[in-house]
């Protein structure tokens, strides 16, 4: 399931929702959070925009891609877009399969390639003014070793 979408999730009903399956011997997800400190400066806060239709195919191949390298049973990616404060939840990215290190390893692989690959546009709100931010290189380097 993909989901771009304002409102804040509940991870424990994604979690629930992965949870379905009797086969599944390993469910892995992570959450990203707004942090209160990126390069040096305070972040109040962000502001997240996205490509409605495109973004969703984008995190759909994703997933896709991430099926044909490891057995997952089911993926699950929400992201949230407009404006977010510090500790709010960002994305919420969860697998499962029959087995721990396909789970771990295809959850990682999404969320690395969502960083370079999905088109969200990020601006950062801070004391200085905001920022609109571009991709890393660490994040470039992290979707490049897959």
């Known amino acids: 399931m993909i989901r771009v979408q304002q409102q804040d999730f509940d991870v424990g009903e994604e979690y629930q929702r992965l949870r379905n399956r009797a086969s599944a011997g390993a469910i892995v997800f992570f ?7 990126n390069l040096g400066e305070q972040v109040q806060g962000l502001h997240l925009e996205h490509y ?24 699950s990616v929400v992201h949230r877009v407009g404006d977010l404060d510090v500790n709010e939840q960002i994305v919420f990215v969860g697998v499962n399969s029959a087995h721990r290190e396909a789970s ?26 905001d920022i609109w931010l571009d991709a890393r290189e660490s994040d470039l380097k992290a979707k490049n070793k897959w």
């Open 31 to 37: 959450v990203g959070l707004v942090r209160d400190m």
């Open 52 to 75: 409605p239709g495109m973004t969703e195919s984008q995190l759909a191949r994703i997933v896709d891609q991430a099926r044909t390298r490891w057995p997952i049973q089911d993926a």
């Open 104 to 129: 771990f390893e295809a959850c990682h692989f999404i969320m690395d390639y969502l960083k370079t690959q999905a088109t969200f546009w990020k601006k950062e709100r801070t004391s200085q003014g």
